[in-house]
């Protein structure tokens, strides 16, 4: 059997079991052929590879300056592969078992403050190239920050989960894991606007017998949906407009700001991971430290003995002495 084939077989197996979504699915094509690739130009093939040919390529991954999240997301697709491949019996070990990976560097989320969230929100009602793009654009976002949801299941959403004035969506999330979030009152507002004038559209296109899509966000394109490319490119847009640096702004940006608010607002981690639908509520725990971080630089900001100017006078305030 062919590397590709054992790509390909492990691929739909994947999906098949596991509700690998396509993006997933995407990143273990194109992590697992550079790896094939890699071997093959070696003399290395899969069905003889050894734990020093994996290691090998780690290091080459290295010395090209890959960050650590794409070698630890490289060797994970590796380590799956042999694991299948053991179990399937295409092999009688797995050679990457043992390989600890190079961990991934600790960053926090990037987030928004309230004020630029606002300045985004305010954005999307005036930007676009007719009265139905600001409506959708003003939807779009409403439900981003109201929801948290991924970009993926934004733009996917089916137009029946919107019918009726919902005062929660049924949302599809990785695996085929289903949950519930609540709508804010400005997210239903432009969600039933959004509605109208997405109705008015799909009459216009049923009278001319086009083929009406069955999204709430709907394209032309292969999708059928609004595509994650195409909804990235326009929150940079909303954010030039909105006088908020685009390079702080993206799809998942929303969804951090969405979930620090709420922790900011004495919302319960637990209820969090849920509305998030995080598997794990440690993956929900990084928003924690986002908020011990910004108010720690709050302090920083505004308390008097943090400021340069008293800290050079020995830290003395107006009042000492008195």
């Known amino acids: 059997m062919t590397q590709v084939r054992w790509i390909s077989t492990f691929l739909e197996a994947q999906a098949a079991e596991r509700g690998a979504a396509n993006n997933t699915q ?32 780690l290091i080459d991954c290295e010395a090209e300056g890959l960050a650590k999240s794409t070698r630890a997301r490289r060797l994970s697709a590796i380590k799956q592969l042999f694991r299948f491949a053991f179990e399937e019996g295409w092999r009688t070990d797995n050679p990457a078992i043992q390989i600890t990976g190079p961990g991934r560097d600790k960053r926090l989320p990037k987030t928004l403050t309230h004020d630029e969230v606002d300045r985004l929100l305010d954005a999307a009602r005036s930007v676009g190239r007719s009265k139905q793009d600001r409506i959708r654009n003003t939807c779009l976002m409403e439900l981003l920050y109201a929801t948290g949801m991924r970009v ?124 998030l639908g995080h598997a794990d509520v440690a993956t929900t725990e990084i928003y924690t430290h986002v908020l011990q971080e910004r108010l720690s630089q709050l302090v920083l900001d505004h308390h008097p003995l943090a400021r340069d100017d008293l800290q050079s006078s020995g830290g003395k305030t107006s009042s000492d002495g008195q």
């Open 26 to 57: 995407q990143a273990y094509a194109r992590d697992l052929m550079i790896f094939s690739d890699w071997l093959s130009a070696k003399g290395a093939k899969f069905e003889t590879l050894t734990r020093d040919d994996v290691e090998a390529f």
């Open 152 to 275: 993926t299941e934004l733009v996917s959403l089916p137009i029946s989960s919107a019918r009726g004035d919902p005062r929660m969506l049924l949302i599809l999330g990785k695996g085929g894991k289903e949950r519930m979030v609540p709508l804010s009152p400005d997210a239903r507002d432009a969600l039933a606007e959004w509605l109208v004038t997405r109705d008015s559209m799909d009459d216009l296109a049923n009278k001319q017998g086009k083929q009406l899509s069955k999204y709430l966000f709907a394209s032309r394109g292969a999708a059928g949906h609004l595509t994650r490319h195409r909804f990235y490119m326009l929150i940079k847009e909303l954010a030039v407009a909105g006088g908020v640096s685009p390079a702080k702004v993206t799809p998942h940006t929303l969804r951090h700001a969405f979930a620090t608010h709420l922790l900011e607002g004495g919302a319960d981690l637990r209820a969090i991971q849920t509305l």
